[in-house]
């Protein structure tokens, strides 16, 4: 992922590429690895709030979904994203992560909530409140992941 972004860099005009340093093309490449993991676990949420809204309703499944989706994340960016950053136990990482993540959590459940709740087409499709609420959780959840967790 590097590589091609430092091609993209060499290809900006010259008064850009001195942005393109070494560590700030290393971050991006985090970053979109970290958005890689987010677009998966948009999925895992949205599947397990489709299949849990029946019983626990969609408020209830949003938050199932959200922790399930987060321990798949928190996984994946484990072993991706921040392969070989972070230390300490994988129990402790984890509970870390979680905790690291609640202002995100409430961003990212804020935004789902609000769009059930007044949007009639979110409480019919809730992938257009999950998307949404992934979509505001994002920066924060990186930065608190880079500084709190994998660091």
């Known amino acids: 992922m590097q590589s091609i972004l430092v ?3 060499d290809r900006l005009p010259p008064r850009f590429r001195a942005f393109g340093t070494t560590g700030r ?8 690895r970290f958005g890689f993991v987010g677009v998966a676990g948009l999925v895992v ?9 029946g019983w626990l309703g969609l408020y209830g499944a949003g938050i199932a979904a ?15 994203t ?3 950053q972070g230390n300490g136990a994988a129990h402790k ?3 870390r992560y979680l905790v690291a993540n609640l202002a995100g959590f409430i961003l990212n ?3 789902y909530a609000l769009m059930i709740y007044s949007l009639p087409s979110a409480a019919r499709e809730p992938v257009l409140a999950t998307a949404a609420g992934a979509l505001v959780g994002l ?8 500084r709190m967790v994998f660091r």
């Open 7 to 9: 091609r993209l860099v």
């Open 25 to 32: 093309i290393a971050l991006l490449a985090q970053f979109i």
């Open 45 to 53: 949420d949205t599947a397990t709030v489709y299949a849990l809204r």
């Open 66 to 80: 959200y922790g399930t989706a987060a321990t798949f994340n928190w996984l994946l960016n484990r072993f991706w």
């Open 82 to 84: 921040f392969r070989g």
């Open 93 to 95: 990482q984890w509970a």
């Open 109 to 111: 459940r804020g935004t």
């Open 139 to 146: 920066g924060l959840n990186f930065h608190l992941s880079r």
